[in-house]
């Protein structure tokens, strides 16, 4: 028994730099394409060098046997300094004029370094290298190991989770920047120093804007309501009713929503053109509420699932008729699923970008996708006023989105899923 | 000081006496116009001068859609200069949009010059000028005046204002056809009517007859914007549908699919559209699979972690896309956090590598998303066991999780597949196919949508176009089906 603890016993410490060495490896790959991108060959060979040495640092830390502990140590304490040494030297190779970026990269170099040194030459480590380890304290390691490599894991667990927050911020960031600050500069470097309204009066004060918002609300709307008509009877049916043809029809709306929009994008415009739809509301809201339609059947069909067929049957009895069922207790009772899916129909058709470009190709009918789209074309781009325009038609869908994201999410991925 | 007003007399006579020689203009004394050319949307003007013209002289033939007296209201059309002919090139009619005769006085009519930057030349002595004028409004009122100036552009004079009209108008193409398109939806939706009537009508029950009046319009909808379409698309394929001829299509058998599989750019933009496809469907896998399990579990700030990470699905993508097309731009962010100068947009391995990366950007919350909630279904107490038995961490991933969240990845990774092979915004917005665009040859980062979207509406080949898209449906079909037969992913459904 006492061998068991005393062999299963490796101190947190090193599962802990094991780790840590994993996860700046994997940095070090993004380290190592930004210089190869800048042509600093230099810093490339310096944190091409840490990198191996934190490989090895990995290698020597992870394993049970009890031979050469104080080699692996030894060489475990070795690395972590070359580390050490790669980061400070990386930050002094780009001299005076280091950026943010340059600052990141030693900190991947020196944090595993510096822990490296202070964890290795902890007492536990060096009883362990010895094999002087007692029993007691071996089981105390264990039941601390227990305890606290938890915490360390979730703390490498936030590192990672902040730079992918950082990557999907970037952007977000970026635009809010652009969009406050004066003139179309692209760098953001002011970083919110000088912020002016000017681009928001621009577009607020300009007729395109109410213009596109006017088409976009049109057609939306539209589409939902045209839409619901469809959709609400045929999931009622699809969920209610057993018929002939009832297996074919909901798999045909199955495969309907596998298909590629691109093999209908040109049929689709000629028979708008014959019919002279194009540059029309009316156009994009027959196009829209059918290519959502399959999914909001799906979704309502899920949803009148969930509703307890006893209350139907019980108003039948009452003398109900079958109508009134449908139309006195089936939508009163599902509102709220018909208002996600109303929802998701809305902002299918508000976020559209590819039937609007290609139906309605005159100024006065663009919807807010095509039109902001036209602040950045080849020849002319207007980046400010982009940007102010993209937080105004952006940021009420984002909060739509995160305060229905749960039912949202639901609906997408239950048809997604099945579909 | 009396002294001093003779002399400034004098000096100003002087002046204008040495003046006049100089900034006399030769005058313009007749204008005449005519709309009765034989050409689409000309006018011929004739002037005539009041002496012959000297070296220097020049007119500028100005044009407006309402009377003007002053030049400044008009639009410059082209101007004439007098000058030394001799060297210059002497195209013949035809071949300029004003093309210009003159005439010395004799009755003949001789062709004008061309400098070097294309302007008219016409040679000293000359004493009256025609100039048929293309590209006026047609079908409507034009005045036209003459304003001429001399070499020193000291003194100039517009001529009186003369007015014509083109005699030819627009001749827009007669209305297309459309009675086809409504015989073929009419005939859709009547035999859909009876086909909903005899299957009700063989129904026993009430219930059985009103569920096929509940279907009927949404099944309506979908037979007639969407197989209709389809269909025809199928049909446009294989005949010669162009956008001049809209709806005078002929067939012309597999013309155009020997074109699709003959251009040259076609294995390179298949090539593209596959890696474009599998490096996005497996980043968007692997990294929401990261981040779905990095969230599982009792996480500090979870609720924060998920709506940021939910923002490159919730933000339009016609917004974001244009935001990174903003940060890669030469003088955008990426340079900038990095002190690179590298075009990125415009060079094709980075152009590939933006593309891609901001697709990937865009898609994986929905994967997150989608490999949580599976992850949720899988009951903790498999686990433990694993605890106890001593599987490691590893094993358990690839032996637990992997198993238990393949019946809700497989379906989903076929579902990006389909939506990555089609992802038109970001191509479209980003990169526009390019960098190395040239007409009728996809760009360096064009797939097969944006390319098939290049050849209907920039090169107006419907016909095409069309036989892309069904040579894309026929892959994407081929692939679905195989992937269903390897994974048997074909269950769970309906």
């Given at each position: 028994m006492s061998d068991l603890a005393i062999r299963w016993f490796i101190p947190l410490e090193l599962r802990i730099l094991s780790g840590m060495s994993l996860l700046s490896c994997a940095l070090l790959l993004v380290v190592l394409l930004f210089d190869y991108l800048r042509g600093d060959y230099d810093s490339m060979l310096i944190h091409w060098l840490g990198m191996l040495a934190l490989s090895v640092m990995i290698l020597t830390s992870i394993d049970h046997t009890e031979e050469g502990r104080t080699k692996r140590r030894d060489m475990g304490l070795i690395t972590s300094g070359i580390t050490l040494a790669c980061g400070i030297t990386g930050l002094f190779i780009r001299g005076q004029e280091y950026l943010l970026v340059d600052l990141w990269a030693a900190l991947v170099l020196l944090i595993p370094g510096l822990s490296g040194l202070y964890l290795l030459s902890s007492p536990v480590v060096s009883r362990w290298v010895d094999s002087t380890l007692e029993r007691a304290e071996a089981e105390a390691g264990l039941a601390r190991n227990r305890l606290l490599l938890p915490k360390w894991q979730a703390g490498l667990k936030h590192v990672v989770l902040l730079h992918v927050v950082a990557v999907v911020m970037i952007p977000v960031l970026w635009i809010i920047d652009v969009a406050i600050s004066p003139g179309d500069a692209l760098q953001g470097g002011t970083l919110f120093s000088s912020p002016t309204g000017e681009h928001f009066s621009n577009i607020l004060g300009g007729e395109n804007f109410w213009r596109w918002a006017r088409n976009s609300v049109i057609v939306s709307i539209g589409t939902t309501i045209l839409g619901l008509c469809l959709a609400i009877p045929a999931g009622y049916a699809f969920s209610r009713y057993r018929f002939k043809g009832r297996g074919a029809m909901m798999f045909t709306f199955l495969l309907v929503q596998m298909f590629p929009g691109i093999i209908i994008l040109v049929p689709y415009f000629m028979v708008m053109k014959s019919l002279g739809?194009?540059?029309?509301a009316i156009g994009l809201i027959l196009a829209y509420s059918v290519t959502a339609l399959p999914l909001c059947v799906w979704m309502l069909k899920g949803f009148f699932d969930t509703v307890p067929k006893e209350l139907e049957e019980a108003a039948l009895l009452d003398g109900c008729s079958q109508f009134g069922v449908f139309y006195r207790i089936i939508l009163p009772l599902s509102l709220p699923a018909i208002a996600v899916t109303a929802l998701f129909s809305f902002l299918a058709a508000w976020n559209e970008f590819l039937l609007a470009l290609t139906f309605n190709t005159s100024d006065e009918m663009f919807t807010l996708p095509v039109g902001l789209a036209s602040y950045i074309s080849a020849t002319d781009a207007a980046w400010g006023d982009f940007a102010a325009m993209s937080l105004l038609v952006a940021i009420p869908v984002v909060l739509l989105f995160i305060v229905f994201q749960k039912f949202l999410i639901e609906g997408l991925t239950a048809g997604s899923v099945k579909g | 000081m009396r002294r001093g007003i003779p002399l400034i007399v004098v000096m100003a006579l002087v002046m204008i006496l040495l003046a006049i020689p100089v900034v006399q203009a030769t005058a313009v004394s007749k204008v005449e116009a005519s709309g009765q050319s034989s050409s689409y949307r000309n006018i011929n003007l004739t002037w005539e001068l009041a002496g012959p013209a000297v070296e220097g002289d020049g007119f500028h033939i100005m044009f407006s859609k309402s009377p003007f007296a002053n030049a400044s209201n008009a639009t410059l059309h082209s101007t004439v200069f007098t000058g030394p002919t001799t060297a210059l090139a002497q195209p013949v009619l035809g071949e300029w949009y004003d093309d210009c005769q003159s005439s010395t006085g004799d009755g003949d009519w001789v062709m004008v010059f061309r400098g070097e930057n294309g302007s008219a030349v016409v040679p000293a002595g000359t004493v009256a000028i025609q100039c048929d004028l293309t590209?006026?409004?047609?079908g409507e009122e034009v005045f036209l005046a003459i304003w001429s100036f001399d070499s020193h552009l000291i003194s100039d004079d517009l001529s009186e204002v003369v007015t014509a009209t083109s005699t030819a108008v627009d001749e827009l193409p007669p209305d297309a056809d459309t009675r086809p398109v409504w015989f073929a939806i009419g005939s859709i939706a009547l035999s859909l009517v009876v086909l909903l009537a005899v299957l009700g009508w063989k129904e026993r029950t009430a219930q059985g007859r009103s569920a096929m009046l509940y279907v009927a319009p949404a099944l309506m909808a979908l037979a007639l914007l969407t197989f209709y379409p389809v269909g025809y698309g199928i049909v446009l394929s294989f005949t010669d549908a162009n956008q001049s001829a809209l709806g005078e299509q002929s067939f012309n058998g597999l013309d155009n699919y020997v074109e699709v599989f003959g251009s040259a750019g076609f294995l390179r933009v298949l090539g593209f559209t596959l890696l474009w496809t599998v490096v996005n469907v497996f980043a968007h896998v692997g990294i929401g699979l990261a981040l779905a399990m990095a969230l599982q579990g009792r996480v500090k700030g979870k609720v924060a972690y998920r709506t940021i990470l939910l923002l490159p699905w919730a933000i339009p993508s016609y917004i974001t896309v244009l935001i990174w097309r903003g940060i890669f731009q030469y003088d955008g962010l990426f340079n900038g956090l990095l002190g690179t100068q590298i075009d990125i947009l415009g060079l094709p391995v980075p152009a590939a590598a933006a593309v891609i990366v901001v697709n990937i950007w865009l898609g994986f919350p929905f994967m997150m998303m989608v490999i949580s909630g599976a992850l949720q279904t899988i009951p903790g107490d498999i686990y433990e066991a694993a605890e106890v038995d001593g599987v490691s961490t590893v094993s358990q991933f690839r032996h637990l999780t992997l198993p238990m969240l393949k019946p809700a990845i497989v379906p989903v990774a076929l579902l990006g597949f389909i939506w990555t092979f089609n992802m038109f915004n970001v191509i479209y917005l980003m990169t526009d196919g390019g960098p190395n665009l040239w007409f009728g040859e996809p760009g360096s980062t064009d797939i097969l949508i944006t390319y098939v979207y290049d050849v209907a509406f920039r090169r107006g080949l419907y016909g095409v176009a069309a036989a892309w898209s069904v040579v894309i449906f026929l892959i994407l079909l081929w692939f679905s089906a195989t992937y269903m037969k390897k994974t048997n992913a074909t269950g769970a459904v309906v």
């Open positions: 739809l194009l540059n029309t | 590209g006026m409004p047609a």
